[in-house]
């Protein structure tokens, strides 16, 4: 309360009055737009903005079920308060007896966005890209000009990179609508991760350049330390514009197709208890995640046969992949680190410890001086790319990131972390009681590429009911014995000289469930991670792109449903198989390219 007084006050930059989105009055909705773009997230909002930048006789309705973006999620360091807030959906995974285990119910929190920017307002505003490869293997798997090289211009064209050393990089560029920055404050602890990363012979390198393999600080969507959400960065500039009308608060519950010519020719949607219907001249465009992208084809009768029948949705086209195909980078929590501060005065920030960084003195560096520890991400300070024994050896396709965090669950108190992820009380009191507030820190592993495949489906046919989430992780076997090659890298690190200056060890305090393993081992981790089982929130493939002979294929190349006339998907449920790192850069280029294919073929008629 005292940090948003204080930013009403004192931060009209944060306030932004002037270029905040305003929802269009529904007196002044027209009833028919040449696009209509469902989902206001980190796709929609570059659709909206580059459709109606094209061609300015072009009219755009983008509908949002969430509002503005609050002046709280600017501010970089209380992102996870963001999480259960109402500018999340608040999904939970359905319950599991293999991953999960020590959550909450058996059963995973996944945030994602229900405001105007989606996830990248409740995200950790880091900008990766992936690898090359992954978006070579996208053509490989039969989709045209998916690959690296015809990507590459799509990552640069929204970006307004301001990292001095990465200014003349062939592989950034200046200028666009997205900043991209170093996160304004970082712990000293930082700096150890990256010299411990030396001393294990890694290189400290751009990892969206030449090379992924390496050690590096983290970089974000930012500006001016600030988050720069893809609704800030795209949407407010263009929302004055005549031909792009917003609505926000505006839930769609079903696309309409004409059965006989399969045509997608309108939407309904529900704004202040109202039902409304609006058409489409040209094309409707689905960008509302790999959640509930497939949740609202299904709907609409695009989707499994049988699935439909059983829930009494009439089927308008058969396509057997919507819903399949769900993959997430998922990883292990809680491996945490005891240290001891080489900083003499206790008060003195040398990691992310709750009490010594979140104060009212650290309130007003941020109000008044534009620094502080309010301008970090603890999570993830640094970050590194590395190869387990099961990756080739001899191409830079590295199969585990690691986010080097600052903070741990015992530094928070359970304000953060405990309470993102839905940890219970019984496992937070056994692992962290007794070292409340110590330095600390964690690495968390994540797999990068996994071979598990998950499923939505939905719960019924009513658009509110929240759809079912199954992510089947661990499904396959190898994706753990992956996982487990990360602790014992982790471990490593720790006993460099770097880190031993820190007296780094190991929390010895175990998930009872797991005590009866030798500790720390293959079995121990094993069974660590199916209770601390992290998702990293990237979601990607509900509505797989492919080739027409692939079955499980929803849309093509080009991002147009198979079947159906009218109608594209252009969101992060496209990906074929998800990229190595974050989703949030990817799912943005996806956007420009899929915004110029519309061009391309519009420009014609």
Same mark, same amino acid.
């Given at each position: 309360?005292?940090?948003?007084?204080?930013?009403?006050?004192?931060?009209?930059?944060?306030?932004?009055?002037?270029?905040?989105?305003?929802?269009?009055?529904?007196?002044?909705?027209?009833?028919?737009?040449?696009?209509?773009?469902? !989902?206001?997230?980190?796709?929609?909002?570059?659709?909206?903005?580059?459709?109606?930048?094209?061609?300015?006789?072009?009219?755009?309705?983008?509908?949002?079920?969430?509002?503005?973006?609050?002046?709280?999620?600017?501010?970089?360091?209380?992102?996870?308060?963001?999480?259960?807030?109402?500018?999340?959906?608040?999904?939970?995974?359905?319950?599991?007896?293999?991953?999960? &285990?020590?959550?909450?119910?058996?059963?995973?929190?996944?945030?994602?966005?229900?405001?105007?920017? !989606?996830?990248?307002?409740?995200?950790?505003?880091?900008?990766?890209?992936?690898?090359?490869?992954?978006?070579?293997?996208?053509?490989?798997?039969?989709?045209?000009?998916?690959?690296?090289?015809?990507?590459?211009?799509?990552?640069?064209?929204? =970006?307004?990179?301001?990292?001095?050393?990465?200014?003349?990089?062939?592989?950034?560029?200046? !200028?666009?609508?997205?900043?991209?920055?170093?996160?304004?404050?970082?712990?000293?602890?930082?700096?150890?991760? &990256?010299?411990? !990363?030396?001393?294990?012979?890694?290189?400290?390198?751009?990892?969206?350049?030449?090379?992924?393999?390496?050690?590096?600080?983290?970089?974000?969507? @930012?500006?001016?330390?600030?988050?720069?959400?893809?609704?800030?960065?795209?949407?407010?500039?263009?929302?004055?514009?005549?031909?792009?009308?917003?609505?926000?608060?505006?839930?769609?519950?079903?696309?309409?197709?004409?059965?006989?010519?399969?045509?997608?020719?309108?939407?309904?949607?529900?704004?202040?208890?109202?039902?409304?219907?609006?058409?489409?001249?040209? =094309?409707?465009?689905?960008?509302?995640?790999?959640?509930?992208?497939?949740?609202?084809?299904?709907?609409?009768?695009?989707?499994?046969?049988?699935? @439909?029948?059983?829930?009494?949705?009439?089927?308008?086209?058969?396509?057997?992949?919507?819903?399949?195909?769900?993959?997430?980078?998922?990883?292990?929590?809680?491996?945490?680190?005891?240290?001891?501060?080489?900083?003499?005065?206790?008060?003195?920030?040398?990691?992310?410890?709750?009490?010594?960084?979140?104060?009212?003195?650290?309130?007003?560096?941020?109000?008044?001086?534009?620094?502080?520890?309010?301008?970090?991400?603890?999570?993830?300070?640094?970050?590194?790319?590395?190869?387990?024994?099961?990756?080739?050896?001899? =191409?830079?396709?590295?199969?585990?990131? &690691?986010?080097?965090?600052?903070?741990?669950?015992?530094?928070?108190?359970?304000?953060?972390?405990?309470?993102?992820?839905?940890?219970?009380?019984? @496992?937070?009191?056994?692992?962290?009681?007794?070292?409340?507030?110590?330095?600390?820190?964690?690495?968390?592993?994540?797999?990068?590429?996994?071979?598990?495949?998950?499923?939505?489906?939905?719960?019924?046919?009513?658009?509110? $009911?929240?759809?079912?989430?199954?992510?089947?992780?661990?499904?396959?076997?190898? $994706?753990?014995?992956?996982?487990?090659?990360?602790?014992?890298?982790?471990?490593?690190?720790?006993?460099?000289?770097?880190?031993?200056?820190?007296?780094?060890?190991?929390?010895?305090? &175990?998930?009872?469930?797991?005590?009866?393993?030798?500790?720390?081992?293959?079995?121990?981790?094993?069974?660590?991670?199916?209770?601390?089982?992290?998702?990293?929130?990237?979601?990607?493939?509900?509505?797989?792109?492919?080739?027409?002979?692939?079955?499980?294929?929803?849309?093509?190349?080009?991002?147009?449903?198979?079947?159906?006339?009218?109608?594209?998907?252009?969101?992060?449920?496209?990906?074929?198989?998800?990229?190595?790192?974050?989703?949030?850069?990817?799912?943005?280029?996806?956007?420009?390219?899929?915004?110029?294919?519309?061009? $391309?073929?519009?420009?014609?008629?």
């Amino acid at each position: 309360m005292f940090l948003k007084f204080m930013i009403i006050n004192y931060r009209p930059d944060i306030i932004d009055i002037e270029n905040r989105v305003q929802s269009i009055p529904l007196n002044k909705m027209q009833l028919v737009y040449d696009f209509i773009i469902i !989902g206001g997230g980190s796709a929609g909002s570059v659709l909206a903005n580059r459709l109606t930048e094209a061609e300015q006789n072009w009219t755009v309705l983008l509908l949002e079920a969430g509002g503005d973006e609050t002046i709280l999620s600017d501010v970089p360091l209380i992102f996870p308060t963001l999480q259960l807030s109402k500018l999340d959906w608040q999904f939970k995974t359905v319950p599991s007896s293999t991953y999960c &285990l020590s959550m909450n119910g058996k059963s995973c929190n996944w945030p994602r966005g229900k405001v105007l920017g !989606g996830s990248s307002v409740l995200n950790a505003m880091l900008y990766v890209r992936g690898n090359r490869r992954d978006y070579d293997n996208w053509q490989n798997f039969g989709n045209p000009n998916w690959n690296y090289e015809n990507v590459l211009p799509y990552f640069k064209k929204s =970006e307004d990179i301001k990292i001095p050393e990465l200014i003349k990089s062939p592989y950034h560029q200046t !200028g666009g609508y997205l900043t991209i920055e170093r996160f304004n404050y970082k712990s000293p602890i930082a700096n150890y991760f &990256l010299r411990a !990363g030396q001393e294990m012979n890694y290189e400290i390198l751009d990892v969206n350049g030449e090379k992924q393999t390496g050690f590096t600080y983290s970089y974000g969507t @930012l500006r001016n330390g600030l988050r720069c959400s893809s609704a800030k960065a795209f949407l407010r500039p263009a929302s004055k514009r005549k031909n792009l009308h917003i609505s926000t608060q505006s839930l769609v519950e079903k696309i309409l197709i004409e059965p006989t010519t399969k045509r997608a020719y309108g939407v309904k949607f529900e704004r202040k208890w109202l039902k409304i219907t609006v058409y489409a001249r040209l =094309e409707i465009i689905v960008s509302a995640g790999s959640i509930q992208t497939p949740q609202l084809l299904m709907l609409s009768g695009i989707g499994p046969k049988e699935h @439909l029948s059983k829930m009494k949705i009439p089927l308008i086209q058969n396509l057997p992949g919507v819903g399949r195909n769900l993959q997430d980078h998922v990883a292990i929590g809680g491996i945490t680190y005891l240290t001891d501060s080489p900083v003499a005065n206790n008060f003195e920030e040398f990691g992310f410890v709750l009490p010594r960084s979140l104060t009212f003195n650290s309130v007003r560096q941020f109000v008044f001086n534009q620094s502080g520890p309010l301008y970090m991400v603890p999570q993830c300070e640094a970050m590194a790319f590395i190869k387990t024994k099961y990756a080739n050896e001899a =191409e830079d396709y590295p199969d585990l990131q &690691l986010f080097f965090a600052s903070a741990a669950d015992n530094t928070d108190g359970g304000f953060f972390g405990k309470r993102g992820c839905g940890l219970n009380d019984e @496992l937070y009191a056994n692992i962290y009681e007794n070292i409340l507030y110590q330095d600390s820190y964690t690495v968390v592993p994540l797999l990068l590429r996994p071979k598990s495949r998950g499923y939505i489906e939905l719960k019924s046919n009513n658009p509110k $009911d929240q759809p079912l989430i199954n992510p089947n992780y661990f499904a396959d076997p190898h $994706d753990l014995i992956v996982l487990i090659e990360g602790t014992k890298f982790i471990q490593k690190l720790s006993e460099t000289p770097t880190m031993r200056m820190l007296n780094s060890r190991l929390n010895r305090n &175990l998930i009872p469930e797991c005590s009866k393993f030798k500790f720390p081992s293959e079995d121990y981790w094993r069974c660590h991670a199916q209770h601390y089982t992290l998702t990293i929130y990237h979601p990607v493939g509900t509505a797989k792109m492919g080739p027409s002979n692939d079955p499980e294929a929803v849309v093509d190349s080009k991002l147009r449903v198979y079947g159906i006339s009218g109608l594209r998907v252009i969101d992060a449920s496209i990906m074929p198989t998800i990229c190595s790192g974050n989703t949030n850069a990817p799912v943005i280029m996806i956007a420009e390219k899929g915004a110029d294919m519309i061009r $391309d073929y519009w420009k014609n008629f």
